[in-house]
């Protein structure tokens, strides 16, 4: 599995101020297009809202408060497969705490578990019993962020989740649990097939409702969760045909517009988040240093390969039962909230809870209630 040099390297951001003056001379300039008026959100992002985050990003932002934040968690960079591969280790101080990989999806990256990553290693800092503590490893998807771009094609669910094998190995962690939303939900799954015999648990806040046949049995609440899968197929899925079809073309407007970049990736978050605008329903300076990495590391094509990879590989979709214990949390605005008995039929289900506000990106907009999920689940895994 692990054919490269198995050196583990420190690394530090430090994005030059050339790259930020570029940045903000790109947002002056800014050519803006037309709206229908009165159009709201029917055609996509508004206007208005997009040149108003905009002007905060270019004028009231300031990514080296966000770096050094960034720069506070230890990070490294190693290579597998070929591909340089960066990621977040945080060390729990507790001696008992289990190792766990968190995985971002898009259009997230590490900055995602920002608020999460102290309450998960030091949870008595936090209000938390010590038991509950974990050792933290937070990798950039390849081809995000400092992972990126990525250099040859094939990477798609299933080779990131034996790379994400071969880091926890090479890290010398032997017993584990993984977590992940979006696509890191899909591959903390395929760890589920290809590390059983490491993986003791995998939690997800992210589990479409797979099926064939819809049972006549639906409850009320099931049917409401498949009409939402049918309304995102139909009209909240563009982005996803795009992207596993023509990434290479998308990437030449978003690489070279950061307004492109800003309304691309906070449209998701207006759509899949629970409450008011995008930088309402999670802080406004997170939301942008998601993005602001995005633009500087010049990954929104490569990000984007992702989509394409998977859906070429046949790799999107349920895995075939593991074995390994899983637990769901599902939050109201996520995508489309998932079916309990669909998932009991592609996963392991031991665990499922149900919550009354947050959506996709849990994390940020609720990391209280998954941090504390997160706890429950693995509790009786770690013996």
Not at 56 to 62: H, N
Not at 297 to 316: D, I, K
Request: aromatic share 12%; proline share 7%; glycine share 10%.
């Amino acid at each position: 599995m692990d054919n490269d040099a198995s050196q583990v390297l420190p690394f530090r951001i430090e994005i030059p101020q050339a790259d930020l003056d570029d940045l903000r001379d790109r947002l002056a300039r800014t050519r803006w297009p037309d709206q229908i008026p009165g159009a709201g959100w029917d055609y996509g992002i508004p206007l208005e809202y997009v040149r108003e985050l905009a002007e905060y990003w270019r004028t009231g932002y300031d990514w080296r408060v966000h770096e050094a934040r960034l720069n506070g968690f230890d990070q490294y960079t190693t290579t597998i497969d070929g591909q340089r591969i960066h990621f977040l280790q945080v060390r729990s101080a507790e001696p008992g705490a289990l190792p766990l990989i968190i995985t971002h999806g898009w259009p997230g990256s590490v900055v995602e578990f920002m608020n999460v990553i102290g309450p998960l290693t030091d949870p008595a800092a936090f209000g938390g019993d010590p038991s509950d503590a974990f050792h933290l490893i937070v990798p950039s998807i390849p081809g995000y962020g400092f992972s990126g771009p990525t250099r040859d094609r094939g990477w798609d669910v299933r080779r990131v989740a034996r790379a994400w094998a071969c880091l926890m190995e090479r890290l010398g962690y032997q017993r584990y649990g993984a977590q992940g939303g979006d696509w890191g939900s899909s591959i903390s799954r395929e760890l589920g097939l290809i590390d059983p015999g490491h993986l003791i648990g995998v939690h997800l806040n992210m589990l479409f409702p797979y099926f064939r046949d819809e049972p006549a049995d639906l409850t009320e609440q099931e049917r409401a969760r498949l009409e939402a899968l049918r309304r995102f197929r139909s009209t909240g899925s563009g982005y996803f045909a795009i992207q596993s079809t023509r990434p290479q073309t998308l990437a030449y407007g978003l690489t070279d517009s950061p307004a492109g970049q800003l309304a691309w990736i906070t449209e998701k978050f207006g759509e899949w988040t629970d409450g008011g605008l995008p930088d309402e329903a999670v802080d406004r300076d997170q939301l942008l240093t998601n993005v602001t990495l995005y633009w500087l590391t010049g990954t929104a094509g490569s990000s984007a390969r992702l989509y394409y990879e998977t859906a070429r590989s046949r790799a999107w979709g349920p895995p075939a039962v593991s074995g390994v214990p899983t637990g769901v949390a599902v939050f109201p605005r996520e995508i489309a909230p998932p079916i309990r008995r669909f998932a009991e039929r592609s996963d392991n289900i031991v665990y499922w809870s149900e919550f009354d506000r947050g959506g996709h990106f849990a994390a940020m907009e609720v990391p209280d209630l998954l941090v504390g999920d997160v706890r429950v689940f693995f509790r009786p895994l770690r013996r």
